[in-house]
């Protein structure tokens, strides 16, 4: 029985260590290929603007943040005439409502007429639905969403209009970066997840047409979504299901993240909104992982890729049942001095893992003019055991919400954070 | 065969290497298996990858954490792929020197292309492998199963790899693993450590992934260390029991990796066998050719690369690397003759970039530079290779031409008629004193001779000595030995360690075997209480 617990233990290593490598080659896939690298670079000059730009902000109770998101759009280095600014809410957010339509008449005041509030009163009460009503009103060349609280590059609309023109390329996905890296105990490993999964992780993705998009920042040719019939409203990761969607199809999906201009966000305000945000996920994977698209792709690494992904969360979940476990194993087993060097293998990756977070940390904060000090490693690597029990515990607490049926939208709140660190950047900069 | 070998040589400039593979092949090659004699730290090596293989350890007896174990976990890896295993090429050791043959083949493409990379020319990278390929002092230790052969072949992969320039991180990774087998396979690689780093701190300076090159670099080339740490922590063998590190008492309980790290670090050189003694007995006679031209290379290289460190970045890290070695050889510290093999490729290397040099600053001469280049390259291998270097062709005795002893003397069968006579005439169940030359032999084929150790191991390891051989020359029935094992007894001997042994061998036995060649004796002695009246057997033979 135990030499069947062993051998368990190593095959178990073994498998850990290789989807462990793999994870890790993704995570610098764009800085160890110097042509993913170029590709991701925003064009050094820009298109005349030719396309028109839907773009749509789902709100739901952000009275705080949604006039300032609402002036950056408008706002942005692109033709007025050629932007259509919708602000989606449900009937019963009145808070945001009146923000916006407050909003809409300061701007009208200064001629500029092309923000409207979409309110809709049906269920589900969920972006997806939000989307796909404002979606009928769209008359623009590309839609594109915003979430609430985004900052975004005013030259976002430039960049992907000339993507778009120059490549033939329905679909551009941008860069989207949390900025509040030192805000919490979990923010500094939060905002580096990001900063490897859109500098990185999505150009490996892109290049192979398996893509799980991202929930903003996220550009498509309007006859596409109308192609596809809008997004998936029992899921809760629409964004990540309509990726793989437009991947079945065989469409290019281009991806950009070149730091000066990507959007940004901020961290969940505590740890209870983190660890529901990562459920969200977490459960929306698993649906997509159960819904099946995948299976349809073309090609086998397509397949495989989408699978991984989808996936990952139950490894997760396994894992965080696995490691205290196989620790318990090695002690009460005597483990053989091989079998416990096998066991050692993942946590070498981890140590792999930390240290390319070491190094994000400093590119990241180097990016973006931030600072970055051995005494924030440090609380990082305090930080980073409890982080992934969290994301260990989001993912369990998916799975049991996925095994009862529950699938209601969890939603983060936002407090505007990052605007108030980059505030204080720019300040200290000036 | 890896696609970017075959692109390196199916290339336009590809023919010298294949040029340099093929020279490589023929002088290690030939006669490898019968020139120089089997060695007792090959067999201790082949040994302690029989025992990874058969017995699932690191050694047969209790290792205590001499060398770390990459070199012979490959040396098992080797064997366990091949299908007659230790067999596969006549026996134990020469299937070791089989692999020997295959490792400095890749260190001749490595060394080629670090050369042709460092310089630019592809004269400079064939004169390089040119050295590497006939010194004496290579083909004479390079055809031994020694870990620094494998060293060597991590340490220029490693080089390799950081100046390959391909922008790659898992190509810094790659570097720092190799790197990293190398401290592995033998510590003393560990001299290299910095040289490398700065390398690699000026391959990558500005580059946009500069910071994950270089943590990938250190995280990989602890990757291999780390193993061994945690090898030893396993086996509660890291730190010495009751953290005792005095050098004059060690731990009795149990071995220590840090302990030996600590003793070794501390162990200097007893009644000469220094660097220059070493050069003076060994080396030079060997070799004046490389050493002489390779230190003048060493100084030209040095003046130009601090001169313009900028733009003479790669000679000021070929003699930086040289230097290191250097240092390491020079510190005090006990060295053995097989020490130099890390120097011969270094210096091959910085000869090869001072004639590469030479060669790109000649005028051009309408296309006519190549034929010179062609002449130079011409003229300077038949000096190396006529009596003039010495290299293949010496004069003998009576002045007359011969091939070098490398590719003529068959030294290795007068081991073969010793182990064959202790075949036919010694019980498998007798307790024997042996070299670790035979050790492989005498345990991995039938009959297998179970209580046959090495004098190294039946005086230090516990089992042997005491429970075994009970530290008397009672218990032993066989002393099989050279005279070479007879001086590394007498140097083994300051605490009376060996004492008991030479005991039976000069009061209590008699020379039952002798086979005299030159200045080779094998002997084998039956320990019977009596003083030996006379041989049973001698064959002497002159020398040839």
Known sequence: MSALVLALLVIVSVVLTIQSSYTLYMMIYTWDQPEAERLARAPDSFAPPTLSFTVMLPARHEEEVIQQTIDNVVRANYPTNLLQVFVICRDDDQGTIDQALAKIDELQADGMDVVDVVVFDDLPINKPHGLNHALRFATGDVVTIFDAEDDIHPDIFDIVNTVMVRENVNVVQAGVQLMNYRSRWYSTLNVLEYFFWFKSRLHYHAKYGSIPLGGNTVFFGRGLLHRLGGWDETNLTEDADMGLRISQLGERVRVIYDDRYVTREETPPSLQHFIKQRTRWCQGFMQTLAKGTWKDMPTRMQRFLAFYTLAFPNVQAALGVYVPISLVMIVVLHAPVIVALFSYLPVLLLGAHFMIHVVGLYEFTEAHGLEASPLLVLKMAIAWFPYQMVLAFAALRALHRQLRGINNWEKTSHTGQHREAWDAVAADAA | ?544
């Open chain 2, 1 to 544: 065969m890896p696609r970017s070998l075959f692109a390196t040589l199916t290339r336009p400039n590809g023919r010298p290497l294949l040029a340099a593979l093929v020279l490589g092949a023929a002088s290690h090659g030939y006669h490898l298996f019968r020139y120089p004699l089997y060695l007792t730290d090959e067999g201790i090596y082949v040994q302690q990858a029989w025992s990874v293989l058969r017995l699932g350890h690191l050694s047969p007896y209790t290792y205590f954490y001499d060398h770390a174990p990459g070199g012979w976990l490959v040396l098992a890896a080797w064997t366990g792929v091949l299908p007659g295993q230790f067999d596969t090429f006549g026996n134990a050791i020469n299937t070791g020197r089989a692999l020997m043959l295959v490792v400095h083949l890749c260190s001749v493409f490595l060394l080629f292309e670090i050369a042709r990379r460092f310089s630019g020319s592809v004269t400079g990278a064939f004169v390089a492998t040119l050295f590497f390929n006939l010194s004496p002092l290579a083909v004479f230790y390079q055809r031994q199963v020694l870990l620094d052969n494998l060293m060597v072949f991590w340490v220029l992969l490693s080089l390799y790899l950081i100046i390959k320039a391909d922008n790659r991180i898992t190509t810094a990774l790659a570097a720092g693993l190799a790197f990293g087998m190398a401290l592995v396979t033998k510590e003393n690689a560990v001299f290299f450590g910095p040289v490398l780093a700065f390398l690699l701190y000026r391959r990558i300076r500005g580059r946009s992934n500069r910071r994950f090159a270089q943590g990938f670099w250190l995280f990989a080339g602890g990757v291999p260390v780390s193993f061994y740490l945690m090898y030893a922590t396993l086996k509660n063998e890291l730190l010495p029991s009751g953290f005792n590190f005095a050098l004059d008492s060690p731990p009795e309980d149990h071995v220590s990796l840090l302990y030996t790290v600590w003793w070794q670090l501390n162990r200097t050189a007893l009644g000469g066998n220094g660097f220059w003694e070493m050069m003076q007995d060994f080396w030079l006679p060997k070799d004046q050719l490389l050493l002489g031209g390779g230190a003048v290379a060493t100084l030209i290289l040095l003046v130009m690369g601090l001169a313009h460190r900028r733009r003479n970045e790669a000679q000021l890290v070929a003699g930086l690397l040289t230097v290191s070695y250097v240092v390491y050889l020079t510190r005090g510290s006990v060295l053995l003759e097989f020490y130099v093999l890390p120097l011969v490729p270094l210096l091959a290397l910085n000869i090869g970039l001072v004639v590469g040099d030479a060669m790109e600053r000649l005028p051009r001469l309408n296309g006519r530079d190549r034929v010179v280049k062609c002449v130079s390259v011409a003229a300077l291998s038949g000096v190396l290779l006529t009596p003039l270097g010495g290299y293949l062709v010496v004069r003998g005795d009576q002045g007359q031409l011969q091939a070098h002893d490398m590719y003529r003397l068959r030294l290795t069968d007068l081991q073969e008629s010793q182990l064959a006579w202790v075949r036919a005439n010694v019980p498998p169940a007798a307790k024997v004193i042996i070299d670790d030359d035979i050790w492989p032999a005498l345990h991995d084929n039938k009959p297998f001779y179970p209580f046959a150790h090495s004098h190294w191991k039946a005086t230090a390891d516990p089992d042997v000595r005491d429970k075994l051989f009970g530290r008397s020359w009672r218990n032993v029935d066989y002393v099989v030995m050279s005279n070479k094992m007879r001086i590394a007894m007498t140097k083994n001997n300051a605490d009376g360690r060996e004492d008991w042994i030479l005991d039976a061998l000069d009061n209590h036995s008699e020379r039952v075997w002798h086979l005299t060649r030159g200045d080779v004796q094998l002997s084998v002695y039956r320990v019977d209480g009596t003083v030996a009246p006379a041989d049973t057997s001698d064959q002497e033979e002159a020398q040839r």
